[in-house]
C-alpha cells in the first residue's frame, strides 16, 4: 500500500501561484510514477501532469502547459506541482495519484484525498 496526502491548496487571485505537495508513505515511492489530477465541480476527474519514477521525464496536459510545472524529491517521498498564472478554470479539487507505467492514460494504483484549489477572478 502507498498512501498519499496532498498539501498546498488554498484560495488565490487569478495570476497567482499555488505549490501543491503531495507526501508519500508506505511501499517504496520512487518505484511509481506520480502524477496530479484535478476535478472540477460537475466535471470528470482530468489529467493535469506525470512525472517518470526516475529521469523525471514529464508529460502535461495541454491546458496547464507551461504554466504548470511537476517535480519530485524522492529523498522526501514527496511530488509536487507548482502552478504559475491561475485561472478561474483551474479551480478544482486536485488529486495525487501513483501508477506502475509511465504514460497517458496513466495507470493509477493508489490515489490521494485531494486539496482544493480555488482560483478567484
Known amino acids: 500500500q502507498v498512501q498519499l496526502v496532498e498539501s498546498g491548496g488554498g484560495l488565490v487571485q487569478a495570476g497567482g501561484s499555488l505549490r501543491l505537495s503531495c507526501a508519500a508513505s508506505?511501499?517504496?515511492?520512487?518505484?511509481?510514477?506520480m502524477g496530479w489530477f484535478r476535478q472540477a465541480p460537475g466535471k470528470e476527474r482530468e489529467f493535469v501532469a506525470v512525472?517518470?519514477?526516475?529521469?523525471?521525464?514529464?508529460i502535461y496536459a495541454d491546458s496547464v502547459k507551461g504554466r504548470y510545472t511537476i517535480s519530485r524529491d524522492n529523498a522526501k517521498n514527496t511530488v509536487y506541482l507548482q502552478m504559475n498564472s491561475l485561472k478561474s478554470e483551474d479551480t478544482a479539487v486536485y488529486y495525487c495519484?501513483?501508477?506502475?507505467?509511465?504514460?497517458?492514460?496513466?495507470?493509477?494504483?493508489?490515489w490521494g484525498k485531494g486539496t482544493q484549489v480555488t482560483v478567484s477572478s
Open positions: 512525472i517518470s519514477r526516475s529521469d523525471g521525464s514529464t
Open positions: 508506505g511501499r517504496t515511492f520512487s518505484n511509481y510514477h
Open positions: 495519484a501513483a501508477g506502475p507505467i509511465m504514460g497517458i492514460p496513466f495507470m493509477i494504483d493508489y
